[in-house]
């Protein structure tokens, strides 16, 4: 039975985030995500933010991951090659009253240590951003988008390069603590490690309950999102968030661009009983335009191409308010099990730094010696449609692949689909092609280039199209034959 030092259960953004930190040291860690891919849970579905840190009260665990995160991105980003766009946003107040809650705000912010906060007044804002209606606002300079993914997957393929074993389809099913180490179940067999990291989102209680009696509750909360096609970009610069909304600790319906040049309307907040309960509701799709037009008068209802939700894990109950601190702890009873509870917003911002005080935990119980041949990831390439025309003639004339383009919407040839389809992690469905080339993201939403990738992919790895899956082991694309097939 292969022994580790450290077992993370849970590849979402906190799990590859320590994972990629251990990287850097002589361990033998491991990964378990039950999902196909890293990022497959509530770190693909948020709003993509990094936040500054003028949210959360002072003092608090939120509030002191998410500034040290926020100060240490971009320096990430330059090593691992995900892209960041320092754009900045406004929190809106539409009137005289709202206006007082930005004062608080500010002065949050301020005593957070967050720099550069400045109230406008409405007409200052229109020069910026001339579409949008506002009495005055707060400028937030130190706030950013990135790709919650393209983070996701940057920090544990990079880990992966320098020799922490992700297991992708691998749940953890059963726990146990003997003696110095613990015995992990898996779907796919039987681990030891001497240290345990719960880092599984809103499964936190059931990975903890397996050791020992939780003394808290998850409450999932549900934010549902409407996509805008990147035609309609230029509506807004920046992040355009309201006033926040005084109950269950939310940011309220917010405008924000993403990396890729789509614009996000959401997220709602609604508590929920499932936390796989991941349903889009034509209900919220309204509201949430509706409040969005509220804010950008010149929205159109056409710009709509999806809708997506993400669950928050929540450890306070709606009646309880709906905010909580984190909770990052090693455990009282189980010596070894480090868990990380309630890890919502502003969670994808603050993991670099929840990554660091991780490592620093579990430096008390292993001494952490630097590996010399620790590797740092090179800096993203180019895509084919971002190059010259020249740099694309050249590439083309080396290989015919880059001059076929499978994705339309996104322009996104052959050559790249086929390095998706190799990446460290070894993600093979539909979805780890999407998130990390793109091919599928544009306003065909994959209607068109689908059909190519699952071709593609079938040739790639020599396997029947029938064990292609969109996302998971659960979704087929495709169930037997509707006609015998034809020799030619
Ligand atoms: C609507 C919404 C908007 C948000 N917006 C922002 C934002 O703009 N900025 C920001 O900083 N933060 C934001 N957040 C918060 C951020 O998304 C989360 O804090 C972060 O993604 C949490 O990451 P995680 O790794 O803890 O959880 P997850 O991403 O959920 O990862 C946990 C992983 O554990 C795996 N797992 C669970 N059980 C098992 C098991 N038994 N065996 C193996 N694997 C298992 C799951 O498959 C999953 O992949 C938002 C969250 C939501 C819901």
Known sequence: ????????????????????????????????????????????????VIHSGINSPTGSLKARYCVEGNKILQSLADKLGFQIKWIGKYVIAKNEEEAKELERLKKLGFDNKVPGLEIKDGSEVKIKEPNVSCYTALWVPTAGIISPYEFTIAFAENAVENNVNFLLETEVIDLKKIKDHFLIKTNKGEYQSQLLVNATGLYCRKIDAMLEEPDFQVYPCRGEYLVLDKNYSNLINSMIYPVPPK???????HITPTIEGNILLGPSAEFIGDPDDKRTTKDMMKTLFNESKEILPALPEKAVINAFSGIRC??????????????????????????????????????????????????KFIELKNKTDFKIRKVKKKSFSEMTAKEQSDLINKDERWGRIVCRCEHITEAEVIEALTNPIGAQTLSSVKYRCRAGMGRCQGGFCSQHIIRIMEKQFNIDVNKINLKSPRSNLFYGRTREKVND
């Open 1 to 48: 039975m292969k022994n580790f030092h450290v077992a993370i259960v849970g590849g979402g953004v906190i799990g590859s985030a320590i994972a990629w930190e251990l990287s850097k040291y002589k361990l033998d860690v491991v990964v378990f995500e039950k999902g196909s891919d890293v990022a497959s849970c509530t770190s693909k579905a948020n709003s993509g």
């Open 247 to 253: 109950e269950l600790g939310v940011l309220g319906v």
């Open 314 to 363: 929540k450890l306070a109950s709606p009646g309880e308010g709906g905010w909580a601190d984190y909770r990052i702890e090693e455990s009282k009873n189980t010596h070894g099990l480090i868990n990380l509870l309630g890890i919502e917003s502003p969670g994808l911002t603050g993991a670099p730094a929840i990554a660091k005080e991780i490592t620093r935990m579990i430096s």
